[in-house]
């Protein structure tokens, strides 16, 4: 069944919503690959008889499928590029506890606002763009991922071939702060510490054993020195295993951590030292892997002009556009080291990833105008 008919309004509110809905109630857990393949094949379907390409990629790793939708024109050179998620935090059953509804100017829904509301508003301008006589002038390609809460671990490389091909990419990411759109995101990175030490008797014979448990303390003390509010660095350990019975000088010990940074100088800094973390205890060894998942999206000169282009058409709808930097990753950020990437132009809402998600009502409309408005402008 094909997505609602294109109106006389093609932005009117109440279809739209409607839309939003229908797609906000198709729960898509990230690691319940047949609901999100449920929700692709809804939005394939809402393609047809318009003049584009599907390609559906086969999921892996126990992950959904991924879609991407071409123009049927301007695919000769380099076009822009929406990026969209179909996947969500939300357990399946979480629509129980937050059903669809609207109050006021809210709707509420698990992954509304984060981001099926962006993703559709995007759906629906493109679906104009098709429908009306006159072609942007740059060819269009949305590209739809089922991974993207989870690092985007199985699309990652699909996203980087596409945004190198691309002249501009939009990301349906929700705003942020009251409608601002994001020019700029932090790297992050991911880190596992494996602490190996001596076990024995805590009791008995405390003095034959190395405790893994107080080498990772050294580890932590060294990983919070890291840490650098003023300019934007923040390491946390957020992970903490070890150690078997309290009688016992524990042998292993564990940790997690994450680390964000606003540069790739930062990154190419810090990763190092913490991949070469060793133990000042004899006889305790010290073993850290893991790498930078999402390199710093950083606004250089190309993204800055594309902001200011949305900027202008924004004004012209009828509202201000504001830029901001956010500390959370999306998939902008395998992008914008390359090719100019606005993100955050999905709708405005809060509570992201919650129990209380909603999408602002009266955002609707004119993020939708402002997409369909840079699929027409963008040269």
């Known amino acids: 069944m094909s997505d609602t008919p294109i109106t006389a309004d093609p932005f009117d509110c109440a279809d739209i919503l409607d839309g939003i809905r229908r797609w906000v109630e198709i729960e898509t857990p990230t690691d319940v690959p047949e609901q999100v393949n449920k929700l692709v094949t809804m939005v394939a379907d809402g393609y047809r008889d318009l003049p ?17 939708v071409r123009s ?5 050179a380099p076009g822009i590029l929406i990026l969209s998620h179909l996947d969500t935090v939300h357990p399946m059953g979480f629509i129980t506890r937050l059903p669809f509804k609207v109050e006021g100017d809210s709707a509420f829904g698990p992954g509304i606002y984060d981001m099926k509301g962006g993703a559709y508003i995007a759906f629906r301008a493109f679906r104009q763009i098709c429908a009306a006589p006159e072609r942007s002038p740059l060819g269009i390609t949305h590209l739809y991922v089922s991974d993207e809460e989870i690092g985007s671990p199985t699309s990652r490389t699909l996203i980087e071939a596409e945004g190198r091909k691309a002249k501009y990419v939009l990301v349906t990411e929700p705003a942020r702060d009251g409608g601002r759109v994001v020019t700029g995101r932090k790297g992050v990175a991911r880190f596992e510490v494996f602490v190996k030490g001596v076990p024995s008797h805590a009791g008995s014979r ?3 054993g190395r405790s893994a448990i107080r080498e990772l303390g050294n580890v932590i003390q060294t990983l919070e020195a890291m840490n650098d509010p003023a300019h934007g660095i923040t390491v946390n350990v957020g992970v903490v295993r070890g150690g ?13 951590v994450d680390m964000r940074v606003p540069t790739l ?15 000042r205890t004899e006889g305790v060894t010290v073993k850290v892997i893991g790498e930078l998942n999402r390199p710093p999206y950083e606004k250089r000169n190309a993204g800055a002009a594309l902001f200011e282009h949305a ?6 709808i009828g509202f201000d556009l504001i830029d901001t930097a956010s500390g959370g990753g999306s998939d902008g950020n395998f992008t914008a080291p390359h090719t100019a990437t606005l993100d955050g132009l ?23 105008r402002l997409l369909h408005r840079l699929y027409q402008t963008l040269r």
Request: cysteine-free; proline content about 7%; hydrophobic content about 35%.
């Open 52 to 68: 584009v390409s599907l390609e559906r990629i086969p999921g892996k790793d126990g992950r959904g499928d991924h879609l991407v």
């Open 72 to 76: 049927a024109w301007g695919q000769d």
């Open 311 to 316: 900027k202008t058409l924004a004004a012209e």
């Open 265 to 279: 100088a930062d990154a190419d800094d810090l990763v190092p030292r913490i991949l070469g973390l060793s133990s």
């Open 244 to 256: 078997t019975k309290p009688n016992v000088i524990p042998e292993e010990a564990y940790a997690e």
């Open 206 to 208: 405390p003095q034959d």
């Open 346 to 368: 999905g709708v405005d809402g809060l509570g992201a990833h919650t129990h209380y998600e909603q999408m602002f009502v009266s955002s609707i409309v004119p993020r939708a």
